[in-house]
């Protein structure tokens, strides 16, 4: 029995994630750039920094993991350790005060044997043999198997994980409606922000507060709202995603991608950037937001990366049948979904997999990360004999096959699935492998690990029990329908209670900040595209994107299949959150002409005269409240003028620094 699990260095396309962290981005060395870049590539990412018990320095400061990121959250070899292993970071930028959450701001195969078509059947539940190798006893572990903590735990198992904790709401219950939920749940914890509940559910339910959000909510209703946004096919489109008919890979199919390359490579196209490209303006400027919101959930509970070698051709098909297809459906059709498509199968080294050569990627990942999660009770020979089970599954010329000659035949047991497996007709094969994976995505374990993962995006860092109990029964019920699970999250006193209990990334900061300063996708008058291959809109959208990936998060970056931590503590870095001012001062300052950015004396339609005044004003627009007293006179200081100073539009010239300090205070970072 040949081991996939120590991957060769290759010359071909296609190839996945092989289980390790790269230095670089995960690209085979010797393989030919499948889409030239008309710009220079912008550094590795820096993403999250690590921080130890201490805070930063020599002494405390683990070394940097390649590449800068936190694809791995224990060491190897300590199966199961979740130590804290990061402090929150408080910050001050400008002369505001920022920021705390809450209370405190498949391997390619190295060997391939010579095997015939013929597979020895087996019994993959035996105690002894698993296919008719006796040399390999029925669960051992393969070579150095890649294993990841989940997450978001394993982050919050730090002291500042415990103080967060602490500030959570205790109880809850589920009212008859989010705004019969929303009417009669106190505020009760200690937070900056206003204890709106409109206001809450912009920023929880949207990229960022606008005054269209905040007039739809107020017109419609909460209950109305969110019936609204549940709909997203009668939302109709805005001005910037008819605008992305601009990136011209976005329309092409997987075969025609295939078939342009050549072409492509010509004109600088870039077909997983446009991906990315696209993703943010939806992100940025679309109707649809809790859609979008949902989108990037998905993309991070069931991720594979946009950059990963293969992905220009199949991420886009991706994106489109498997996440944006089930996103508000079904999650165990978007799990079905994800095993037939190729951009999964070849992330995963599926492709490679046979039953004399079984490569275990897939098998583990639809488990650990994909379904009942890390703690979801398999075990090695569970992962082993799924394997087995979904050998057969593959790619050939673009497109997803099923190789009968490649497929284990023989009995299997995978946590509590029993299924004879007695056939290579593809069928009957299929409907094996189907029938597995519908077993899982149904699983406890799985309704747990999706009700855990949901409620920490929308209620906090360490959400409740009760209401992650009460997610996960929804659930079970509705056999992992999404909508019934966002109106059981909606309908929660925990989701109304939690104000203040969530930070934003880098990459929603980002997209925030955008929303809040009025950004249009349009580019401003005068401006200039000279011989430039790409549209105004496209290279606007690029920028923002090399932005992202200079702070370390942009939509399906993360290059391994965990997706990118949700929680504060896995982003407290200085420097990100510094970079993250200074882009910010930059779009305030409007200097830039690839799309129009609003004058910062502008922001506000009738500038007061005095600067108490003024900067209230300036508040209430930039981030939906009034700062508190102490922030206020930070920020008054930064013009020297006292609150009844007179003061005209600009501020005395003041008005850039001014909202830019506004922009990192903590009522813009948290959401």
């Known amino acids: 029995m040949a081991d996939q699990n120590v991957p060769p260095r290759r010359p071909w396309d296609d190839r996945g994630w092989d289980g390790r962290p790269h230095p670089e981005a995960y690209r085979d060395p010797y393989a030919p750039t499948p889409y030239a870049y008309d710009t220079p590539q912008s550094p590795a990412p820096q993403g999250p920094q690590w921080v130890g018990p201490n805070g930063f320095g020599p002494s405390t400061t683990p070394a940097r993991i390649p590449g800068g990121r936190l694809s791995n959250l224990d060491d190897d070899g300590e199966p199961g350790r979740k130590v804290g292993r990061r402090k929150a970071l408080a910050a001050l930028g400008g002369t505001a005060a920022v920021v705390a959450g809450g209370a405190a701001l498949a391997m390619t195969p190295q060997v391939r044997g010579l095997f015939g078509d013929d597979v020895v059947a087996g019994d993959a539940t035996g105690t002894q043999v698993t296919d008719g190798t006796a040399a390999r006893p029925s669960g051992q572990q393969p070579s150095t198997v890649r294993t990841y903590t989940e997450q978001n735990e394993s982050y919050m198992g730090s002291r500042a994980g415990a103080a967060l904790k602490k500030n959570n709401p205790a109880g809850g219950r589920t009212f008859s409606g989010p705004a019969a939920a929303a009417a009669e749940t106190p505020v009760t914890v200690k937070t900056v922000l206003a204890k709106d509940p409109i206001l809450h559910l912009a920023r929880r ?76 303006a939806r992100q940025i400027w679309s109707d649809r937001q809790l859609y979008e919101v949902m989108v990037d959930f998905w993309n991070d509970f069931l991720h594979v990366a946009a950059d990963f070698d293969g992905g220009e051709v199949y991420r886009n ?35 490679d997999s046979r039953a004399e050569a079984v490569n275990e990627n897939l098998a583990r990942e639809n488990l650990e990360l994909y379904s009942v999660g890390v703690d979801g009770g ?44 007695n056939s290579k007709d593809p069928k009957k094969a299929e409907a094996a492998i189907d029938a ?19 409620a920490t995006r929308f209620v906090s860092d360490t959400p409740p029990k009760s209401l992650v109990d009460r997610l996960a029964k929804t659930y079970l019920t509705n056999k992992g329908m999404v909508k019934p699970l966002l109106m059981t999250l909606f309908s929660s006193s925990e989701f109304w209670a939690a104000v ?125 409240q009034k700062l508190s007293a102490k922030e206020k006179s930070l920020i008054l200081g930064i013009a020297g003028r006292s609150a009844g100073a007179r003061v005209d539009a600009t501020f005395n010239g003041a008005v850039t620094a001014i909202a830019r300090a506004i922009l990192a205070s903590p009522q813009h970072h948290l959401r």
Do not use: C
């Open 500 to 624: 203040g209990q969530k930070v934003r990334r880098p990459m929603e900061y980002l997209v925030a900040t955008y929303r809040a300063l009025g950004v249009s996708p349009e580019a401003s008058p005068g401006h200039d595209n000279g011989d430039n291959r790409r549209t105004p809109f496209g290279r606007g959208l690029r920028q923002i994107q090399e932005t992202m990936r200079e702070l370390g998060q942009y939509p399906m970056g993360q290059p391994t299949p965990d997706g990118y931590p949700d929680v504060y503590v896995a982003w407290t870095s200085a420097g990100t959150m510094v970079n993250g001012w200074n882009e910010a001062g930059e779009l305030v300052a409007a200097r830039r002409t690839v799309f129009t950015y609003r004058k910062p004396e502008k922001l506000v339609a009738r500038p007061p005269a005095t600067a108490g005044a003024y900067v209230d004003a300036l508040a209430q627009r930039l981030v939906g």
């Open 378 to 421: 398999y075990t090695e020979k569970d992962v082993r004999q799924a394997a087995l089970l979904q050998t057969g599954r593959g790619v050939a010329d673009g497109r997803y096959v099923f190789r009968p000659e490649r497929h284990y035949v023989g009995k299997v047991k995978i946590l509590g699935f029993t299924h004879a497996n």
């Open 317 to 351: 098909s991706f994106d489109r049948d498997v996440v944006r297809a089930h996103a508000l459906g079904s999650y165990p059709d978007m799990l079905l979904a994800a095993n037939r498509h190729p951009a999964l199968l070849l992330y995963l080294n599926q492709n």
């Open 205 to 280: 339910a949207t990229f960022g507060v606008t005054p269209k959000v905040l007039a739809d909510i107020k017109e419609r209703g909460i209950d109305g709202w969110l019936r609204w946004q549940l709909d997203p096919e009668k939302i109709a489109p805005t001005k910037a995603e008819l605008k992305l008919a601009e990136l011209p890979t976005l329309k092409l199919g997987t075969d025609q991608l295939r078939a342009q390359r050549d072409q492509l490579n010509e004109r600088g196209a870039q077909p997983e950037r446009e991906l990315v490209d696209a993703t943010i």
């Open 436 to 454: 597995y994976l519908t077993y899982i995505a149904l699983h406890p374990s799985t309704a747990k690990y999706v009700a855990q993962s949901l």
